[in-house]
T-cell receptor
Framework: DTAVSQTPKYLVTQMGNDKSIKCEQNLGHDTMYWYKQDSKKFLKIMFSYNNKELIINETVPNRFSPKSPDKAHLNLHINSLELGDSAVYFC???????????????FGAGSRLTVL | GQQVMQIPQYQHVQEGEDFTTYCNSSTTLSNIQWYKQRPGGHPVFLIQLVKSGEVKKQKRLTFQFGEAKKNSSLHITATQTTDVGTYFCAGWRNNNDMRFGAGTRLTVKP
């Protein structure tokens, strides 16, 4: 199936731990994103990579570090987890440029992070 | 920076009633997109509007892009329980600058 897949789907961990969320897309897209969705459903952009290069880096704590080993993967590592990091994290991908379908985001199913 | 305001935050309707959500941008947009997120799900692309004054329809859904390309609306005629979810607009200023609205959460009472 063509899709954006992210793992794990659920993550429960203690404050202070370090965790990673992985994302892979097989759509042939050149741009990938990480969004954070809080309990109020607001979708906040965190990072965006185009062809493995960081192009959007919003005001996000240094504890969050994205890594894009290739165009099809964008992983998110979080150090020293805090209670406020609890949220659903969505990975998304798109194809840049013009033409039909350009800049249309395809989202993964989300990773629900709970920090205790 | 670019701001995209979306109202209302919540809307509760009786099945069969109409529903509208509105988005306003502080800057002129190159295009605007609409996404729907079902409860427990992820955002799914619905449509993209590019031209000034553009109107597009998808069955009971009507999407409009304002003449100044700063505002947009999504109207659902005769809501059904399957319309339940959160509707987001996404305003693009350029390839690197897109902002989601805060979303409108629609609930439908059967």
């Amino acid at each position: 199936d063509t899709a954006v897949s992210q793992t794990p789907k659920y993550l429960v961990t203690q404050m202070g731990n370090d965790k990673s969320i992985k994302c892979e897309q097989n759509l042939g897209h050149d741009t990938m994103y990480w969004y954070k969705q809080d309990s109020k459903k607001f979708l906040k952009i965190m990072f965006s990579y185009n062809n493995k290069e960081l192009i959007i880096n919003e005001t996000v704590p240094n504890r969050f570090s994205p890594k894009s080993p290739d165009k099809a993967h964008l992983n998110l590592h979080i150090n020293s987890l805090e209670l406020g990091d609890s949220a659903v994290y969505f990975c998304a991908s798109s194809r840049r440029g013009g033409g039909a379908g350009a800049n249309v985001l395809t989202f993964g199913a989300g990773s629900r992070l709970t920090v205790l | 920076g670019q701001q995209v305001m979306q109202i209302p935050q919540y809307q509760h309707v009786q099945e069969g009633e109409d529903f509208t959500t509105y988005c306003n941008s502080s800057t002129t947009l190159s295009n605007i997109q609409w996404y729907k997120q079902r409860p427990g799900g992820h955002p799914v692309f619905l449509i993209q509007l590019v031209k000034s004054g553009e109107v597009k329809k998808q069955k009971r859904l009507t999407f409009q892009f304002g003449e100044a390309k700063k505002n947009s609306s999504l109207h659902i005629t005769a809501t059904q329980t399957t319309d339940v979810g959160t509707y987001f607009c996404a305003g693009w200023r350029n390839n690197n600058d897109m902002r989601f609205g805060a979303g409108t959460r629609l609930t439908v009472k059967p």
